[in-house]
């Protein structure tokens, strides 16, 4: 199973979309075993996918002990190769209480992923834009990371950062790569023509050559609660997505034809 999280620390960028995008191209286009993880407390990834819940088992349950075993939080989707694990706002609880653990925690993620290795092919965690002590663990269990990003003032700023993040990342998993920087949310005009060439201009960024292109279907699916790809097949934003995880396939090294 090879791990992947979705992160950067600026909000708004295109994260969730592109985590519940991703899981839904590699799952039901295809057809790996996909298992989505909501690593962010707002729980839009599990809105997405219909099993958001307050009261339900939820990665925070992994995280504070009171799940023995990952299989206790794993909800089935309503498609056959994608299973999640769903978030709420207990993870705000669970942060806090990781932050006081006088036991280093950075591991719990990546050992309790290691009881399902066998059953996914790929695992794609959504992440909040944050650093705590929930998205460390997920960069201590992922292989890859994919940074989002869009074409305003500031994005260049939190590139950077993240940059410095997974270095830091490396002390405590040595094997953690850059996938790549994808832009989102794209238009044709020179803002976004700008954002681009300077992506481009500096190789440590990884910047993808598929870029996802700004739709109205993106925010339409999230009221439908339902990837792009379902809701809307033919839209420019769900031909971005498939173009983008066979990109991402080749450069990880993975198989395009599942």
């Given at each position: 199973m090879k791990t992947i999280s979705i992160i950067n620390l600026k909000g708004g960028v295109g994260k969730t979309t592109t985590a519940v995008n991703l899981a839904?191209?590699?799952?039901?286009?295809?057809?790996?075993?996909?298992?989505?993880?909501d690593n962010d407390k707002q729980g839009?990834?599990?809105?997405h996918y219909g099993v958001h819940s307050y009261d339900a088992p939820s990665i925070a349950d992994i995280f504070e002990g009171r799940?023995?075993?990952?299989?206790?939080?794993?909800?089935?989707?309503?498609y056959d190769n994608i299973d999640m694990i769903p978030a709420n706002m207990d993870l705000l609880d669970a942060n806090v209480h990781l932050i006081y653990d006088e036991v280093p925690r950075q591991q719990?993620?990546?050992?309790?992923?290691?009881?399902?290795?066998d059953d996914y092919d790929f695992c794609i965690i959504?992440?909040?834009?944050?650093i705590n002590m929930?998205?460390?663990?997920?960069?201590?269990?992922?292989?890859?990371?994919?940074?989002?990003?869009?074409?305003?003032?500031?994005?260049?700023?939190?590139i950077d950062r993240m940059m410095d993040i997974i270095d830091d990342a490396r002390k405590f998993n040595p094997d953690i790569a850059l996938a790549g920087c994808v832009l989102c949310k794209y238009q044709n005009n020179a803002a976004n023509q700008q954002m681009l060439q300077f992506l481009q201009s500096y190789p440590q960024y990884c910047a993808f050559e598929t870029k996802i292109r700004l739709t109205p279907k993106v925010d339409e699916s999230t009221f439908y609660r339902a990837p792009v790809f379902d809701y809307s097949p033919r839209s420019a934003a769900t031909a971005d997505y498939r173009e983008f995880a066979v990109e991402l396939l080749v450069r990880i090294g993975a198989d395009v034809d599942g």
């Open positions: 839904y191209a590699l799952g039901e286009e295809m057809g790996y075993r996909v298992l989505l993880i839009n990834a599990s809105q799940a023995t075993c990952l299989g206790d939080v794993i909800e089935h989707t309503g719990i993620l990546r050992d309790a992923l290691g009881v399902v290795q959504d992440n909040a834009p944050d929930t998205t460390i663990n997920a960069l201590a269990a992922s292989d890859f990371v994919v940074v989002p990003v869009n074409s305003d003032a500031y994005a260049t700023d939190g």
